[in-house]
């Protein structure tokens, strides 16, 4: 067995420098906690990003997977499999969409999504060849390609990677004037997370959603939501969304549709927007393959089945009650909905990396995300006694006087 040190050299040696991870090499996980290669317990507060929101190696998607993977692991779609139609049935009437596009990982399910919408856009409204126009928000986050970094407003994400895919239309996230505004013949689709997680969990104001619902049927544009990390559960509802009772068009989801098992990712929308794909349109040698589709029905059984979801709900309150109590001179503000929190901090508390890496000496993992926010999120089966253990060490760190820069 290899010690941490030369684990991470290992990595930093032979791997490409895209990420900068906390120091902390983890070997094993069970629930919301996981271990280091020296033995250490941690609890997770990240949950790979919401992607192990059913918990670290469950045990019945464990056993599908392995039971999937010695039966039939991949056929592509050249022929059918007897675990991709169950799935389909199964996401269906979970989510109240009529049909399912199944990818791997995120980004695939909103390109999928983007082509789905243009393609309608020129097939089924009528919008002149090549002027299709998608509306998407500052400090958005959909993933990686190079169209979706096209349109990200984080300099960074974009710098060195161009030339970028053209009709993308950026607004301020919030902001309804401007939405208004945009609308145009050529508008095929408004691209939106519910609540922007990588952008520091940014809520929008309340009834953004149902305004942009709105706008679209005026306009006849498709509303897509992009809930990957936002969805299944993380809110305290299935969608994000549905906390302002809407139904959009298209919905992507990846993430914690497979708990953490496996790259599995989808799009959901109805017959009168799938059906602009034929065959031939597009596709993904493993989208929707037997494991895939065997481990992604077991997440989701395991999601409902074991009460994740009000868990999220009822805890997640709890938690914002906790956090909001806190006296600490270095919060600027609080935000979430159900296990999702960020703790926004002032720039003079020296970034919220540095806290993350106090709690991480505490045996509590965390993610800064942009510089200041500190995101809790938790996988949802935690308990209560298990979120006091938490709370103790973020107001033990929170309480600490201003750090050095
Ligand atoms: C993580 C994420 C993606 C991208 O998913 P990948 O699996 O990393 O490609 C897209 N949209 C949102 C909102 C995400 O949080």
Redesign the pocket.
Same mark, same amino acid.
């Given at each position: 067995m290899s010690d941490a040190k030369t684990l991470i050299d290992l990595e930093d040696n032979y791997g490409a420098h895209n990420y900068h991870p906390l120091d902390v090499v983890l070997s094993r996980g069970e629930g919301i906690w996981v271990w280091d290669v020296e033995g250490n317990k941690y609890m997770d507060f990240l949950a790979s990003?919401s992607a192990v929101n059913q918990g670290h190696c469950h045990p019945k998607i464990v056993e599908a997977l392995v039971r999937q993977s010695r039966k039939l692991a991949l056929t592509s779609r050249a022929f059918r499999n007897d675990q991709l139609g169950p799935f389909f049935k199964e996401l269906c009437e979970l989510t109240g969409f009529e049909k399912v596009l199944p990818m791997n #990982?995120?980004?695939?399910a909103?390109e999928t999504a983007i082509k789905a919408a243009r393609k309608w856009g020129y097939k089924v409204k009528g919008v002149p060849e090549g002027q299709a126009e998608i509306l998407v928000f500052d400090n958005n986050?959909?993933?990686?390609t190079t169209t979706i970094v096209g349109f990200s407003s984080e300099s960074q994400y974009q710098d060195g990677f161009g030339p970028f895919t053209l009709g993308f239309t950026l607004l301020p996230y919030g902001d309804s004037d401007a939405v208004r505004a945009a609308m145009n013949p050529n508008v095929v689709a408004i691209l939106i997370?519910p609540i922007q997680?990588?952008g520091g969990i940014i809520i929008p104001p309340k009834g953004y959603l149902r305004l942009l619902r709105e706008l679209c049927d005026q306009h006849n544009a498709l509303l897509v939501v992009?809930e990957?990390?936002s969805g299944l559960g993380r809110t305290g509802k299935l969608f994000a969304y549905q906390h302002e009772d809407i139904r959009p068009d298209m919905v #992507?989801i990846?993430?914690a549709l497979s708990g953490g098992m496996y790259?599995v990712?989808a799009l959901l929308a109805d017959d009168a927007v799938m059906s602009v794909f034929h065959p031939g349109d597009h596709g993904s040698t493993y989208g929707g393959n037997p494991v895939a589709a065997a481990v992604a029905r077991t997440a989701m059984r395991v999601l409902l089945e074991e009460g994740m979801i009000e868990n999220s709900a009822k805890l997640g309150s709890y938690l914002m009650d906790r956090l909001s109590a806190l006296d600490s001179q270095h919060i600027k503000e609080i935000r979430g909905k159900g296990l999702w929190i960020g703790i926004e901090l002032h720039p003079e508390a020296g970034g919220a990396r540095h806290f993350c890496e106090q709690l991480m000496h505490d045996r509590l993992l965390c993610k800064e995300t942009h510089e200041h926010v500190i995101r809790l999120a938790p996988p949802l089966m935690i308990t209560r006694e298990e979120l006091d253990w938490a709370l103790e060490r973020v107001e033990r760190v929170l309480a600490t006087e201003a750090v050095a820069v």
């Amino acid at each position: 067995m290899s010690d941490a040190k030369t684990l991470i050299d290992l990595e930093d040696n032979y791997g490409a420098h895209n990420y900068h991870p906390l120091d902390v090499v983890l070997s094993r996980g069970e629930g919301i906690w996981v271990w280091d290669v020296e033995g250490n317990k941690y609890m997770d507060f990240l949950a790979s990003y919401s992607a192990v929101n059913q918990g670290h190696c469950h045990p019945k998607i464990v056993e599908a997977l392995v039971r999937q993977s010695r039966k039939l692991a991949l056929t592509s779609r050249a022929f059918r499999n007897d675990q991709l139609g169950p799935f389909f049935k199964e996401l269906c009437e979970l989510t109240g969409f009529e049909k399912v596009l199944p990818m791997n #990982t995120g980004a695939e399910a909103v390109e999928t999504a983007i082509k789905a919408a243009r393609k309608w856009g020129y097939k089924v409204k009528g919008v002149p060849e090549g002027q299709a126009e998608i509306l998407v928000f500052d400090n958005n986050f959909h993933g990686r390609t190079t169209t979706i970094v096209g349109f990200s407003s984080e300099s960074q994400y974009q710098d060195g990677f161009g030339p970028f895919t053209l009709g993308f239309t950026l607004l301020p996230y919030g902001d309804s004037d401007a939405v208004r505004a945009a609308m145009n013949p050529n508008v095929v689709a408004i691209l939106i997370e519910p609540i922007q997680g990588e952008g520091g969990i940014i809520i929008p104001p309340k009834g953004y959603l149902r305004l942009l619902r709105e706008l679209c049927d005026q306009h006849n544009a498709l509303l897509v939501v992009d809930e990957i990390q936002s969805g299944l559960g993380r809110t305290g509802k299935l969608f994000a969304y549905q906390h302002e009772d809407i139904r959009p068009d298209m919905v #992507t989801i990846g993430k914690a549709l497979s708990g953490g098992m496996y790259p599995v990712s989808a799009l959901l929308a109805d017959d009168a927007v799938m059906s602009v794909f034929h065959p031939g349109d597009h596709g993904s040698t493993y989208g929707g393959n037997p494991v895939a589709a065997a481990v992604a029905r077991t997440a989701m059984r395991v999601l409902l089945e074991e009460g994740m979801i009000e868990n999220s709900a009822k805890l997640g309150s709890y938690l914002m009650d906790r956090l909001s109590a806190l006296d600490s001179q270095h919060i600027k503000e609080i935000r979430g909905k159900g296990l999702w929190i960020g703790i926004e901090l002032h720039p003079e508390a020296g970034g919220a990396r540095h806290f993350c890496e106090q709690l991480m000496h505490d045996r509590l993992l965390c993610k800064e995300t942009h510089e200041h926010v500190i995101r809790l999120a938790p996988p949802l089966m935690i308990t209560r006694e298990e979120l006091d253990w938490a709370l103790e060490r973020v107001e033990r760190v929170l309480a600490t006087e201003a750090v050095a820069v």
